[in-house]
């Protein structure tokens, strides 16, 4: 004869589980470590008030009042400055490694002898040899702070520099600071006048104990299409058609790497120096009688972006505070889908086999 029992049969409910871990906690409220030591790990889990050698009692409070002193701190583990044997992948030396893009306030001075404060994205990276694992970063951003409150200088970034480059024990290192910088333009007609902004940066380069200081400069202009102007007045004459020649937004990249032998050159130095090799630079305050004067200015200079490549080259040429310099412009057609493009380098500061396949893709700019 079999016979059931409907209490071993049925299975467990919420009510009886939770009145079984009463009854652990109980138990364990009167029970030894060594006692507790001997549970199944999972069930030892449950007593979250008990420390056990399975499951240690972690705070889950945040310690406020806790300091880190100087013993504590020597015993913080430094994976980046660890032995080669955590090294992973190829043990080759790195030209850069850093950060990029952290951004405070920098003071600068103007031409005028004015004094302006700017947001500015930082880039620092300095290289790492083969038997390095890594390096400390933030140390980089300390002491972009140590020098934050001066006013901007090459000879300031070169402080920074031979500090982080001192403290990582590095032999190449790099800061690049980007910002955009304004300045007031007239308009050509009305005697209005607006703030220009100029995408700017700057570069503290230092490789085999030489350095180079570089500026890089996006100038936004308009140009007007020669082919699309004869042809235009072609129609006009021929056949008394009426027809507009085609003009676009048109932005080059300006590099030049300074004579350290010469004078400062500001940077509205190089402004007016794109602005006199193509003056037909994008307006701000615009009345009618400085559209139709825009309209006069792109009509006296047709510009193919090889002429415009030559035209600022040109204009590098002559400025002795000017050595080894890249120009590379891009016409973003109003005719064609795509852009029109050159690129013209003097020295070899800049002279390079490869771009970046994203080169012409950043010249684009947006009101």
């Known amino acids: 004869m079999n016979i059931h029992t409907p209490e071993i049969e049925r299975q467990p409910e919420r009510e009886d589980a939770a009145a079984a871990l009463r009854t652990l906690r109980a138990w364990a409220a009167t029970a030894s470590d060594a006692e507790i030591e001997t549970l199944d790990p999972s069930i030892a889990r449950l007593l979250t008030d008990r420390p056990t050698g399975t499951y240690p009692d972690l705070s889950r409070q945040y310690p406020e009042g806790f300091t880190a002193d100087s013993d504590y701190k020597a015993t913080l583990p430094d994976l980046q400055n660890g032995p080669q044997s955590l090294i992973r992948g190829a043990r080759r030396p790195i030209q850069h490694v850093g950060i990029s893009n952290f951004r405070l306030p920098i003071h600068f001075r103007t031409r005028d002898n004015g004094d302006l404060t700017?947001?500015?994205?930082?880039?620092?990276?300095?290289?790492?040899?083969?038997?390095?694992?890594?390096?400390?970063?933030?140390?980089?951003?300390?002491?972009?702070?140590?020098?934050?409150?001066?006013?901007?200088?090459?000879?300031?970034?070169?402080?920074?520099?031979?500090?982080y480059k001192s403290d990582l024990e590095s032999f190449d290192a790099r800061i690049q600071m980007r910002f955009s910088f304004p300045m007031r333009v007239e308009s050509l007609r009305s005697g209005l006048a607006g703030f220009q902004y100029y995408d700017i940066a700057l570069e503290l380069v230092e490789r085999e104990g030489v350095r180079r200081k570089i500026v890089h400069l996006d100038y936004v202009y308009s140009s007007t299409c020669p082919c699309s102007l004869e042809l235009s007045e072609h129609a006009r004459r021929e056949r008394g058609q009426l027809a507009t020649p085609h003009s676009q937004r048109s932005v080059a990249r300006i590099s030049v790497a300074l004579n350290p032998e010469a004078e400062c050159l500001w940077f509205e130095d190089l402004v007016e120096l794109c602005r006199a090799a193509v003056p037909t630079e994008t307006q701000v305050m615009v009345k009618r009688e400085d559209e139709q004067a825009f309209a006069e200015l792109n009509a006296a200079n047709p510009i193919f972006v090889e002429d415009a490549a030559r035209l600022f080259a040109e204009r590098l040429q002559a400025e002795p505070r000017i050595g080894d310099f890249r120009v590379i412009a891009s016409h973003q057609e109003s005719l064609h889908s795509h852009d029109a493009v050159s690129v013209l380098t003097e020295g070899d500061t800049f002279d390079q086999e490869s771009l970046d396949p994203k080169a012409f893709a950043t010249l684009f700019h947006v009101g």
């Open 118 to 163: 700017l947001e500015t994205s930082v880039t620092g990276t300095v290289s790492l040899e083969a038997e390095k694992k890594g390096i400390n970063m933030s140390r980089i951003m300390r002491t972009f702070y140590t020098y934050a409150e001066e006013t901007f200088s090459f000879e300031v970034i070169e402080a920074a520099l031979d500090s």
